[in-house]
């Protein structure tokens, strides 16, 4: 089984105002003013809950958009405050994505397996974090939510990209839990605002895409190493910010 594998880790410095190529990865990503931009070449099928275009859709861009607490003073409504920032990025089609999280601080993760290649991007914040099952009285402030999209190289039916969003969601969850993150003494499986996005080119050639298939696991390898390195720099900003605090104070 032939396995490639490229991962990078970007940061505001590094990619701020700047694309981000590479002869293997299917789009283009781009850091600039609290977004982070991947541009497909060609539309493709997509697959979210996404706030502004949940369900299967055919767009050429997917966006993280960062907003943070001074973006939303007390009254102010989220959904216009985000409509805002879209209409004003012209991401009108765009698939969008929102996160508290410096979206500088993105991962990049290309696995191919046999004939099939998974491009993992994701921003990842955990002081949202929750166990599935047993909700915390309050969610936290701070560096919130997991945003992940998965590009497939092949085309996928309506049946294998419900059965690839269960795939991501099922790396993401098993990073956490390696990570040994815990919140009030209890191992957290995702935060309470997690979005995954599942892109693909048109078309239903693939009609399977579980854990048995070449598609399958590399779904499940980008998205791990993805969430791996988002969680270690997650874990290295809060520190740092910790440290910061007790100097301040």
């Known amino acids: ?3 490639l594998e490229f991962a990078s880790t970007e940061t505001s410095a590094q990619t701020e105002n700047c694309a981000v190529s590479s002869s293997s990865l299917p789009f ?3 850091h600039k003013q609290r977004l982070l931009i991947a ?3 060609a539309p493709q099928k997509m697959l979210s809950w996404s706030l502004t275009k949940p369900g299967i859709q055919h767009a050429r861009q997917v966006a993280w958009i960062e907003i943070r607490d001074a973006d939303l003073p007390a009254g102010a409504d989220a959904e216009q405050v ?3 920032r879209i209409a004003k990025a012209n991401l009108d089609d765009a698939v969008t994505l929102i996160t508290s999280r410096d979206v500088g601080r993105h991962h990049v993760a290309d696995v191919a397996v046999e004939d099939a290649i998974a491009t993992c991007v994701s921003t990842v914040g955990l002081s949202n974090g929750e166990r599935v099952g047993e909700r915390f ?3 936290r402030a701070g560096l919130g939510t997991i945003n992940t999209m998965v590009h497939a190289s092949l085309p996928l039916s309506d049946a294998a990209m419900i059965e ?3 795939i991501v969601a099922e790396a993401r969850t098993t990073a956490i839990l390696d990570s040994g993150v815990r919140r009030s003494g209890v191992a957290i499986t995702g935060t309470g ?3 995954i996005v599942v892109a693909a080119p048109p078309g239903d050639t693939v009609r399977f895409a579980g854990l048995h298939t070449a598609i399958g696991e590399a779904i499940g390898a980008a998205v791990y190493r993805s969430m791996r390195d988002g969680i270690a720099t997650w874990l290295q900003d809060t520190q ?3 440290l910061a605090v007790g100097v301040e104070s």
Do not use: E, H, W
């Open 82 to 84: 985000i409509a805002g």
């Open 1 to 3: 089984m032939r396995r």
């Open 164 to 166: 690839a969003i269960t």
């Open 240 to 242: 740092d910010m910790r």
């Open 39 to 41: 541009t497909f070449g």
């Open 193 to 195: 605002t997690d979005c």
């Open 28 to 30: 283009t990503l781009v």
């Open 137 to 139: 009285a309050r969610p």
